[in-house]
Structure formats: structure tokens, C-alpha cells
């Protein structure tokens, strides 16, 4: 599984609290293209693809926490992959939209994925924040929407730490 899909899938395709929501843009159902609407976030930047931020290639050490009560750590390895979530509709699943990054004033990079299908909705904000160096953290929101229920809110945090090299034999996830 991929860095930033394995991301997204970590976070549960949580929203961030970075107080931008992009207007979703992206892949529709059938996965053709979708022309990019103005940004709906007031302040935020469009990140071209080719300026979303690296990781520094190499060992990390990330520790998770949701409002359900779950908790992760672990180390992984990376080949220095983009934030975010794979492009296009093979990454993202059948049914969800990719807002694209942006990035806020206070300088987080935000992007919003909404996924239909059988009668429920999830949509969820991430914001990643840090220098992808050394460290940097994940912050994010999911709405899910059942039809005839309630909306099921989660919200998580990952804090991510650069180890060094990947140890001898470790395969990358991106």
C-alpha cells in the first residue's frame, strides 16, 4: 500500500482542522476526469502536483490517535513520496473525488476526498503540517452519512518523525 494511500486509509480519510474546505474536483464514479472548479477556501493556494511537498526519503516513526479510542505506532519506509492521496480513481477507489492540494495561509497543505456509493457518503479533510524533513503531523476530519442515520463524525492525529535510513532489507510502502 502506498505512502500517502496508507495515509489517507490511517486517518480514515479524516478532515483537517486547518479551517480550509476545498471544493471537491477530481475523478467521478466511472473514473473519468473532472475539470477543476475555483478553490472554495478562503485564502488557500492551489498546489500545482508537481509543488506538493516530498518526504524525506527514509525511515519514519508515526504514532496515531482517533476520537473512536484507537491508537497506532509504527516505523516505515519511504522513497521520499508526495503528500496527499494516490491520483487518480485507482487510489482513491470507485466513487470519490480528490479536492487537489492546497495550501492554507497558516501554511498547511489541505485537500479534501469524498467517496459515494450504496446510499452513504464519507467526506474527509486532511491538513498536513511540518517540514517533511524531519517531522510533521496529520490532522484530519471524516463525515460519514449513512442514508436513514446520523452522521458518524471521527477525527485523528498522526505525528510522523524522521528515523534515518531504512534498515537493510525494510521495503518501502510508496
Not at 2 to 8: E, F, I, K, Q, Y
Not at 106 to 116: H, K, M, N, R, S
Not at 141 to 152: C, L, V, W, Y
Request: glycine residues 14%.
Amino acid at each position: 500500500m502506498g505512502l500517502a494511500r496508507s495515509a489517507v486509509l490511517a486517518a480514515l480519510l479524516l478532515a483537517a482542522l486547518a479551517g480550509c474546505k476545498p471544493k471537491v474536483v477530481g475523478w467521478t464514479p466511472d473514473g473519468a476526469p473532472n475539470a477543476p472548479p475555483p478553490p472554495k477556501c478562503d485564502g488557500c493556494t492551489p498546489v500545482a502536483p508537481a509543488n506538493v511537498p516530498h518526504l524525506k526519503a527514509g525511515y519514519w516513526q508515526s504514532s496515531s490517535t482517533s476520537s473512536t479510542g484507537a491508537t497506532s505506532s509504527r516505523p516505515w519506509c519511504t522513497h521520499g513520496a508526495s503528500i496527499g492521496p494516490r491520483m487518480g480513481p485507482e487510489g482513491l477507489g470507485q466513487g470519490c473525488t480528490f479536492s487537489g492540494v492546497q495550501q492554507s495561509p497558516a501554511g498547511a497543505y489541505v485537500y479534501d476526498v469524498i467517496c459515494l456509493g450504496n446510499g452513504a457518503t464519507s467526506d474527509g479533510h486532511t491538513s498536513y503540517r511540518g517540514d517533511f524533513i524531519s517531522h510533521y503531523t496529520i490532522d484530519s476530519i471524516q463525515t460519514d452519512t449513512q442514508a436513514g442515520e446520523a452522521p458518524h463524525v471521527t477525527t485523528g492525529h498522526t505525528e510522523s518523525h524522521y528515523l534515518g535510513d531504512c534498515p537493510a532489507g525494510t521495503r518501502a510502502e510508496d
